[in-house]
């Protein structure tokens, strides 16, 4: 995924980012001393200014980005830069026409700006110079680029590449814009365009092309860019020590977060969670960045807070989970405490807001108790997640919805039956097993696979009561609907089963075993 930048006016009109970076910030965006058309420039024989393009920021002014050869570059502006005043006037609230009248003028005439870089505040005069035929190379490079783009809206991924390559030979060619941000662009427009056409090892040679511009040029923000694409590279290619050594450089606090918004650090936050447990394996870097994005939570403007920081702790959890689901005996109790702590914070959100990750906990966190053989809070979640999904108030959720908590409250019925006949629990497990075969019969019908289902387990639980009579009655109830072509269903091989525990248990005689075999 990539969005889009919303350069005007100069030759890049986009820079794709992956879905993770913040666009919003990139509204308001103009070319300031050289914001003209081709046209414009022909009735002109001459264009005076410092050559860069300002975008605006709740009322502040930043250096988006600097025409290569221009004034601009030669005093040493960088992009970022906050523009503070021009010529000693405050430009906070003023409009972007506004302030590129105020900072553009004739050729020879000195304008100051006040730069803030960082933490510093400093004056930079700038000599305003002609930068028309800065601009007329613009424009020739601005054609390539949006010919480029045309076949991207096409979809033409090859062709693109060939455009975009043309452009660069050129640009290698002209010092000047190799030194400028042009190179760099374009190196990263070709890492994404190799993406879309799978190419990753082109796409990799020419991001760690953009990268080498970007560290020499010491652009803070062009080097966090790169990192971006390299990690998504790593992370479609499933290199996970890769993708974890560029998560680490977009992550670093004092060269690149910063240029993160809020929701953008959340996600990444959550990618380095995943990382460090899943593939690292190292609990204190997960549960630092754990730490981390609860707290970017609780500063966002995120509406459900306490529902988001449950599914961060419920998604690391499920990270350390094995390729069977379930998870490794090594994490059990770290895995157990984060689904622990995500209930904890969906207390007191209304259920019907909460259902998927209410759905998944109720189902885990059992799971988890019988890996640890602890049938006691086993049979306490299921009975809990039973309650509440019982009593759910239905008339509040879609048809999905209500498919999917009818669907779980016949697995925690199962689920109970079996948590009881463990414990030895009999009586209790029949009343379980009829609940259960009450509610399948309600919700699929006499003769679906799911009944007969309910009718074995019902037969096993009369058979451990020794109540002969009634477990040969519920399995044949079931035997009947397993022949039903309707039942649709392995149900069969699960009356076998049946059929040899009653053989083991003397309910059945050797010949009777193989008649009953015979007719199944």
């Not at 108790?369 to 602890?374: A, L, P």
Request: contains cysteine; proline residues 1%; charged residues 30%.
């Amino acid at each position: 995924m990539k969005v889009k930048s919303l350069l005007t006016s100069i030759f890049l009109l986009s820079i794709p980012l992956v879905s993770l970076a913040d666009s919003s910030k990139y509204k308001n965006l103009r070319i300031s001393s050289f914001s003209i058309t081709e046209n414009k420039l022909k009735q002109s024989e001459s264009y005076s200014g410092v050559g860069i393009e300002i975008r605006t920021e709740n009322e502040r002014v930043f250096i988006q980005s600097i025409i290569p050869g221009s004034p601009a570059i030669k005093a040493g502006l960088k992009h970022n830069d906050e523009i503070l005043n021009v010529n000693g006037k405050k430009i906070s609230g003023l409009n972007i026409d506004e302030i590129i009248n105020l900072i553009k003028g004739r050729e020879g005439t000195i304008v100051t700006l006040l730069i803030k870089r960082d933490s510093s505040v400093q004056k930079i005069n700038i000599k305003r110079a002609d930068i028309s035929y800065l601009i007329s190379n613009e424009i020739f490079y601005k054609n390539l680029w949006q010919k480029a783009m045309r076949f991207k809206s096409d979809g033409n991924h090859e062709k693109v590449i060939e455009t975009l390559i043309e452009l660069k030979s050129i640009l290698t060619q002209d010092i000047e814009y190799s030194n400028g941000g042009h190179l760099w662009r374009v190196n990263i427009e070709l890492g994404w365009a190799c993406i879309d056409n799978k190419m990753y090892e082109s796409s990799i040679k020419y991001a760690n092309e953009a990268l080498n511009i970007a560290e020499d040029k010491q652009d803070n923000y062009h080097v966090f860019i790169t990192h971006q694409l390299l990690h998504h590279i790593f992370l479609l290619k499933k290199n996970s020590s890769l993708e974890k050594l560029h998560l680490e450089k977009i992550m670093d606090l004092d060269r690149t977060y910063k240029f993160l918004n809020n929701t953008s650090r959340i996600n990444y936050l959550q990618q380095a969670i995943i990382i460090y447990s899943k593939f690292e394996k190292n609990i204190d870097k997960a549960d630092t960045y754990l730490k981390k994005t609860i707290s970017e939570i609780e500063l966002s403007n995120i509406v459900d807070k306490s529902k988001k920081i449950a599914e961060v702790h419920n998604n690391y959890s499920f990270s350390l989970q094995n390729d069977w689901g379930l998870t490794d005996s090594k994490y059990l109790d770290k895995s157990l405490s984060l689904k622990l702590k995500a209930l904890e914070y969906l207390v007191d959100i209304p259920l019907e807001n909460k259902l998927n990750i209410s759905l998944a906990l109720y189902q885990s966190i059992p799971l988890i108790y019988s890996q640890k053989s602890d049938l006691k809070n086993r049979l306490k979640y299921l009975e809990e997640g039973l309650l509440i999904f019982k009593n759910i108030d239905k008339g509040q959720l879609s048809k999905k919805d209500i498919e999917s908590v009818e669907e779980m409250e016949i697995y925690l019925l199962g689920q109970i039956r079996y948590n009881l006949t463990k414990s030895g629990k009999i009586k209790e497990a029949l009343l379980y097993a009829i609940k259960h075969l009450n509610r399948v019969k309600e919700k699929y019908g006499d003769s679906h696979a799911f009944t007969a289902d309910s009718y074995k387990n019902l037969s096993l639980a009369y058979s451990d009561l020794n109540l002969k009579d009634k477990s040969l009655k519920a399995y044949e109830k079931g035997k009947k609907i397993s022949k039903n072509k309707d039942s649709k269903n392995n149900s069969l091989k699960q009356m076998d089963i049946l059929i040899n525990k009653f053989y083991t248990i003397g309910y059945l005689e050797k010949e009777e075993v193989a008649l009953l075999k015979k007719e199944l």
